[in-house]
């Protein structure tokens, strides 16, 4: 069995920095495809980084240059780092294990003066 469990969302004002967690647990982490999206109210859930298990990328076009997604495989875990935060990155952010279709159970992030 699979379990991810985000952590690091909060309240930051417009141009400030937040860094995600999502610790997993339950099989050999570095065979894992891993991703983080988010869904704003109203809105379907979005891609916005993803990473193999051989450390490439993606990014979604709105987040590029300012988020970075990471993984450390001997703590089981992966990141996404978010500079420059704007208002339109309001939205609740979910870790997403691709070989096991598994979800956290996501972490907020508010963008506000």
């Known amino acids: 069995q699979v379990q991810l469990v985000e952590s690091g969302g909060g309240l930051v004002q417009p141009g400030g920095s937040l860094r995600l967690s999502c610790a997993a647990s339950?099989?050999?982490?570095?065979?894992?495809?891993m991703g983080w999206y988010r869904q704003a109210p109203g809105k379907e859930r979005d891609m916005v980084a993803t990473?193999?298990?051989?450390?490439?990328?993606k990014y979604a076009d709105s987040v590029k240059d300012r988020f970075t997604i990471s993984r450390d495989n001997a703590k089981g875990t992966v990141y996404l780092q978010m500079n420059s935060l704007k208002p339109e990155d309001t939205a609740v952010y979910y870790c997403?294990?691709?070989?096991?279709?598994?979800w956290g159970q996501g972490t907020q992030v508010t963008v506000s003066a």
């Open positions: 990473i193999t298990t051989g450390g490439l990328t």
């Open positions: 339950g099989s050999i982490f570095s065979i894992w495809r």
């Open positions: 997403y294990a691709a070989d096991y279709n598994q």
